[in-house]
T-cell receptor
Framework: KQEVTQIPAALSVPEGENLVLNCSFTDSAIYNLQWFRQDPGKGLTSLLLIQSSQREQTSGRLNASLDKSSGRSTLYIAASQPGDSATYLCAVKTGANNLFFGTGTRLTVIP | EAQVTQNPRYLITVTGKKLTVTCSQNMNHEYMSWYRQDPGLGLRQIYYSMNVEVTDKGDVPEGYKVSRKEKRNFPLILESPSPNQTSLYFC???????????FGPGTRLTVL
């Protein structure tokens, strides 16, 4: 069964710093990997989706990479802002229907 | 506005009292699914539906039922809720199973 791990569980950085969030998974036979953002009391917002054939995706200050062979993905956030404070979740899709989530990294950006 | 809606957002109930959490999407998505989120365990898939009248179990289906009679709606049914079903529940939809999933705002359920 696929297991998804995110380390660290929590991270605090000063505003303006560049940062990297890590995600690892045990089964490299994936269809895609998604990064989500979750704000307290709200649902999940999809940030980036990387198909298994892709190496990276970019959206604004966010860049996600995927290394299927090593079972790793990173989410790079450039020039962090207090509004980036949230929990970031990665999820891998294996098989047509199964989506496996990590437990998330809680990010705090200090003004 | 494209969205996934869930009702109710908060619910406190007692053991054994049947309840239904509704989920509706207005994006004409074929794929819908339910997840529960628990501290330390992350989100786990309960049930999913590939299309109308097509549903299947996820990782933690015990104690839950679903139906998909219309494309836009995917209710989650707890026939006899128990305290271990106290959790935060999310409904999600996507155009196809492999596409980006759009999540509802969540339903916080407490079973006493």
């Amino acid at each position: 069964k696929q297991e998804v791990t995110q380390i660290p569980a929590a991270l605090s950085v000063p505003e303006g710093e560049n940062l990297v969030l890590n995600c690892s998974f045990t089964d490299s036979a994936i269809y895609n990997l998604q990064w989500f953002r979750q704000d307290p009391g709200k649902g999940l917002t999809s940030l980036l989706l990387i198909q298994s054939s892709q190496r990276e995706q970019t959206s604004g200050r966010l860049n996600a990479s995927l290394d299927k062979s090593s079972g790793r993905s990173t989410l790079y956030i450039a020039a962090s802002q207090p509004g980036d404070s949230a929990t970031y979740l990665c999820a891998v899709k294996t098989g047509a229907n199964n989506l496996f989530f990590g437990t998330g990294t809680r990010l705090t950006v200090i003004p | 506005e494209a969205q996934v809606t869930q009702n109710p957002r908060y619910l406190i109930t007692v053991t054994g009292k049947k309840l239904t959490v509704t989920c509706s999407q207005n994006m004409n998505h074929e794929y819908m699914s339910w997840y529960r989120q628990d501290p330390g365990l992350g989100l786990r898939q309960i049930y999913y539906s590939m299309n109308v009248e097509v549903t299947d179990k996820g990782d933690v289906p015990e104690g839950y039922k679903v139906s998909r009679k219309e494309k836009r709606n995917f209710p989650l049914i707890l026939e006899s809720p128990s305290p271990n079903q106290t959790s935060l529940y999310f409904c999600a939809s996507s155009r196809l199973a492999r596409d980006t999933q759009y999540f509802g705002p969540g339903t916080r359920l407490t079973v006493l």
